[in-house]
């Protein structure tokens, strides 16, 4: 039986220490067989017998539990050093995500005119001749509605050709003063270098009392909402014509890749158009109801804005979906 006690405490693992149990204290074990031989000892020695394999019994199972134990610590400790997890090691992030450059290019828009109190509006994508059109001083068969490529429904309906009945839907709803913007989607029969069917433009509006602004305020705001964009650039309003306001301008910045020198960008001008503006024309206050008021407003491209801004030559790959573009806007 010491040999027994020996074999237990040399057990070398788990496994090997199951195996002397079964050897030991099994059915069919060593310790079964010491207790069958009880029935052919002589009675009085019976008890003695009995109180003698017992005691051995006690002491084996003693030392099999010490065993155990010890054994099970053992396996526990190697448990938790194989899974030891190291939190100071820097983890697997995956692939980071990131705003599309049109979307990074409008915030950057939009933070300057919300810091500015103006509301941002939206609009319907599917908009109708009246608020896309006719409100905006451009009645049916005026020659300026050439100047936009609609896309029509069946219904007389029409994708929004510019942010501009955005306008109109908000003088419709809201009482002067206003100061908003509107940015969004806006659609154009158009596909090439820098036209896409689809693109986004920020309208912008200001409307208060009669004289309270003038193209001073237009001037002033636009001049530094450019300096906020483009940095330090030089800018330049030169008359043009919208049917919806008058005075009209388009507005230039001084040509940032060449600094105004010429090059293949500006057309060798030394400019680069940026803006359309002006002050609201009557007819537009007219056609929503509102009497003694002054305003102005303005519209720009946001991709344009975004092209400029990353010098992206083709404006189509922005809406290509290429990572490898994509990727570099992070
Ligand atoms: N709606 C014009 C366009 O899509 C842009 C524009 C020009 C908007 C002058 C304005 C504006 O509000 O005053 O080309």
Same mark, same amino acid.
């Given at each position: ?32 067989a010491e207790f069958a031989k009880l029935k052919d000892v002589p009675g009085p020695e019976k008890k003695a017998f009995a109180e003698g394999l017992n005691h051995q019994k006690s002491a084996l199972q003693e030392t099999f539990e010490s065993t155990l134990a010890a054994l099970k610590a053992v396996a526990l400790e190697e448990q938790l050093v194989a899974e ?55 009645? $049916?068969?005026? =020659?300026?509605?050439? @100047? ?12 929004? +050709? #510019? &942010? ?8 419709? $709803?809201?009482? =002067?003063?206003?100061? @908003? ?12 270098? +820098? #036209? &896409? ?30 300096? #906020? ?102």
């Open positions: 039986m010491e040999t027994l006690q020996e074999r237990i405490k040399e057990a070398s693992s788990l496994e090997a220490l199951e195996k002397i149990r079964v050897e030991i204290f099994g059915k069919k074990g060593l310790l079964a030891t997890i190291d939190v100071s090691l820097y983890g697997n992030l995956g692939e980071k995500g990131a705003l599309h450059p049109v979307a990074q290019t409008m915030d950057k828009i939009i933070d300057y005119f919300v810091a500015l109190n103006f509301s941002v509006e939206t609009g319907p994508l599917v908009e109708d001749d009246f608020h896309n059109f006719e409100a905006l001083n451009l009645p $049916k068969h005026h =020659p300026a509605r050439d @100047m936009q490529d609609t896309f029509y429904f069946a219904d007389g309906g029409l994708l929004r +050709t #510019h &942010t501009s009945p955005a306008q109109i839907r908000t003088m419709l $709803k809201e009482k =002067p003063p206003i100061r @908003m913007i509107a940015p969004g989607a806006v659609f154009r029969r158009d596909y090439d270098l +820098t #036209h &896409t069917p689809m693109f986004h433009q920020v309208e912008g509006l200001v409307v208060e009392e009669k004289g309270k602004v003038s193209f001073a305020n237009l001037k002033a705001i636009l001049t530094d909402f450019l300096h #906020h964009m483009f940095g330090d650039v030089e800018v330049r309003f030169r008359p043009s014509f919208f049917p919806f306001t008058e005075p009209s301008a388009e507005v230039d910045i001084s040509c940032i890749f060449c600094k105004g020198s010429g090059c293949r960008v500006c057309s060798h001008t030394g400019w680069l158009e940026v803006l359309g503006s002006g002050v609201v024309d009557p007819n537009v206050f007219k056609a929503v109801g509102y009497e003694n008021v002054s305003g102005y407003a303005f519209g720009l491209g946001v991709e344009r804005f975004a092209m400029l801004m990353h010098e992206i030559p083709d404006l189509r790959s922005l809406f290509e979906g290429d990572i490898r573009l994509l990727e570099q806007f992070r």
